[in-house]
C-alpha cells in the first residue's frame, strides 16, 4: 500500500486560506490616538476646524480611541424646582450671580493709589488748579478711549495681570474656571479650540484688546444653526453646560462663583433671542446647572488633572489625552 503525498503551493491552492492576526496592546492604541491627537493640535493650529473636528470624531467611541468625547452621561432634561437643585446640594445664588471681589479690591486699590499719587504729585512739584484739570481731563480721556474703542480691554489687561502676579488664589481659580469649560465641552460633544488663562496671553495670541482670556470652542455648526434662525434642543444643551461650567466649577472648588459673569449674560442673551420665556428660560438653566455639576463631580479627578496640564500651557491635544487618561469606562 503506498502513500499519496499531494503538495500544494499555498499562494496556488484556492481552498486553503491563511488568516493573519495582529494583536495590538494598550500602549500602541494610545501612541495610535496621541498621532491623532497631535494631528488635531496641526489643524487647530492652521485654523482648519473641520478637519480637526473629524478626526475627533472618527475615533470617537471607538476602543482606544476617545471614549469620553461627546460620551457625557446627563439628568433626564425636565423642569427641575429649586428645592430639587438643594437636594443635590447647589445653591444656585451663589452659582448664578458671580461677583469678582478679587479684582474689585485690586481696581479700588488703584484708584486710591491713583489719588494718593495725585496729591503727593501736588504737593510735591506745585501744580496749579488749572494743570490739575489738564491731568485729569486727559485720564478720563484716556479711560473713554479704552472703553469706546477696546471695551474696557485695557484696563481689564492691567486688573488681569496684577490679580495673575499678586494674588495665588485668583490665579488658581482662573485656571479651574477654565478647566471646567474646556471638560465640559468636551464630555458634551464640543471640541475645544484653544485656550488662553491671562489677559495678556490672549493679547499675544490674537493680537487684539478685545478679547479676554478664556476657552475657545470649534463652533461652526452652533453658528451654522444660529444664522438659519433655529438653534436645535442639543446643540444648546451642550452649549448651555458649557457656559455654566465654569461658574459651576469654582462653586464645587470655594462654594461661590466670583468669575464668569459675562459667560451667565451670554446665555441669557441667547435664551432672549431664541424667544425663551422666563419659565421656559429658568427651566434650561436648572437643568443645565444640575447637569454641570453632577458631571463636574463625577470627573472631579479629570478636572484636577487637566488645570494641571493647562496651567502648563499644554497642547488641546494633549489635555484631551489626559482627560481619556483619567476617565473609566464606568464613568461614562
Given amino acids: 500500500m503506498g502513500v499519496l503525498a499531494y503538495y500544494c503551493n499555498l499562494s496556488s491552492c484556492p481552498s486553503l486560506r491563511l488568516s493573519t492576526f495582529r494583536i495590538v496592546g494598550s500602549s500602541e492604541i494610545g501612541v495610535s ?38 460620551a457625557a452621561r446627563q439628568v433626564p432634561q425636565r423642569l427641575y424646582t429649586l428645592d430639587e437643585l438643594r437636594l443635590n446640594g447647589i445653591e444656585t445664588t451663589s452659582l448664578l450671580s458671580p461677583d469678582d471681589a478679587t479684582l474689585g479690591s485690586i481696581e479700588r486699590n488703584l ?47 492691567v486688573l488681569d ?5 499678586f494674588s495665588q488664589k485668583y490665579h488658581n481659580r482662573v485656571i479651574q474656571h477654565e478647566a471646567g469649560h474646556f471638560l465640559i465641552a468636551y464630555l458634551v460633544g464640543i471640541l475645544p479650540r484653544g485656550y488662553t488663562l491671562t489677559s495678556l496671553d490672549a493679547l499675544k495670541k490674537e493680537g487684539s484688546l478685545n478679547i479676554q482670556a478664556g476657552t475657545a470652542f470649534v463652533d461652526f455648526e452652533f453658528l451654522e444653526e444660529a444664522n438659519a ?5 442639543t446643540t444648546l444643551n451642550r452649549f448651555s453646560c458649557i457656559a455654566l461650567a465654569g461658574v459651576a466649577t469654582e462653586y464645587l472648588l470655594y462654594g461661590y462663583a466670583e468669575g464668569g459673569l459675562a459667560d451667565i449674560n451670554k446665555l441669557d442673551a441667547l435664551l432672549k433671542g431664541l424667544g425663551f420665556t422666563q419659565k421656559k428660560a429658568d427651566s434650561q438653566v436648572r437643568w443645565s446647572v444640575l447637569n454641570t455639576i453632577l458631571l463636574l463631580r463625577r470627573h472631579e479627578a479629570a478636572r484636577g488633572q487637566l ?6 500651557g499644554k497642547s488641546v491635544g494633549s489635555c484631551i489625552d489626559i482627560i481619556e487618561d483619567n476617565i473609566n469606562d464606568d464613568d461614562i
Fill in 33 to 70: 490616538r496621541r498621532q491623532v491627537l497631535e494631528q488635531v493640535d496641526k489643524e487647530l493650529n492652521k485654523g482648519d476646524e473641520r478637519a480637526a473636528l473629524t478626526l475627533v470624531r472618527d475615533l470617537q467611541g471607538k476602543p482606544g480611541g476617545l471614549r469620553c468625547f461627546g
Fill in 111 to 157: 484708584q486710591l493709589a491713583a489719588i494718593l499719587g495725585g496729591v503727593a504729585a501736588w504737593n510735591a512739584f506745585g501744580f496749579s488748579p488749572q494743570q490739575i484739570l489738564f491731568i485729569s481731563l486727559g485720564f478720563l480721556f484716556l479711560w473713554t478711549l479704552d472703553s469706546v474703542s477696546f471695551n474696557g480691554g485695557v484696563g481689564s489687561l
Fill in 161 to 165: 495681570t496684577i490679580g495673575h502676579t
Fill in 229 to 233: 434662525g433655529k438653534v436645535s434642543a
Fill in 307 to 312: 488645570a494641571e496640564a493647562m496651567s502648563l
